[in-house]
């Protein structure tokens, strides 16, 4: 019996040692009580609009969509010192091979990108990444099954003619500014 107990425990603590690699789902979890963070969690419902005016393909869209997280890091003069921490430890993970890398721009003080995890017709998650170093920065990961570049596109278009309350991207605005 105690030998069954002995592998039993190594066993557990062997998956969870496996499973203890670092990701953005973890990173997102991990800084949800910092407060230096803001995190918001958006479903597709927040698109007030009326799907019956909707084309083919901006339905598809929506239907491909799951959610959206989104982890702003407001930098100030006191957490200079936390922001380039934290701003290295994310472009760290967003450098792991499973993240693809669509787009990425950069100019010194600033920078963004655009990821993807998944294949070319079947992605499960987008990842949009920007910073500044005097503003802080922020992560998108907008979730779902069978997106495509093209699903992305329609999204956006949808999300330009919503009704939406812009309040809840109040976070993402101040770090523009």
Same mark, same amino acid.
């Given at each position: 019996m105690r030998v069954i107990f002995k592998s039993a425990l190594f066993l557990c603590l062997f998956i969870v040692s496996c499973n203890s690699k670092?990701?953005?789902?973890?990173?997102f979890v991990e800084n949800t009580e910092n407060k230096n963070f803001t995190v918001l969690d958006l479903s597709t419902e927040i698109l007030k609009v009326d799907k019956t005016k909707l084309s083919v393909a901006q339905s598809a869209a929506i239907e491909s969509f799951e959610k959206i997280n989104i982890l702003t890091f407001k930098a100030t #003069?006191?957490?200079?010192?936390?922001?380039?921490t934290e701003r290295a430890k994310l472009e760290l993970l967003l450098e792991d091979k499973q993240y693809q890398q669509l787009m990425k721009f950069s100019s010194g003080t600033q920078g963004a990108s655009i990821s993807f995890v998944g294949t070319d017709e079947n992605i499960e998650e987008f990842i949009v990444y920007a910073n500044k170093k005097e503003n802080g920065f922020a992560v998108i990961r907008i979730l779902g099954k #069978?997106?495509?570049?093209?699903?992305?596109?329609n999204m956006i278009s949808v999300m330009r003619k919503a009704n939406m309350d812009m309040q809840q991207f109040k976070p993402l605005q101040e770090l523009m500014k």
């Open positions: 670092p990701s953005l789902q973890k990173y #003069e006191t957490n200079k010192a936390q922001f380039e #069978e997106m495509s570049p093209t699903n992305l596109v």
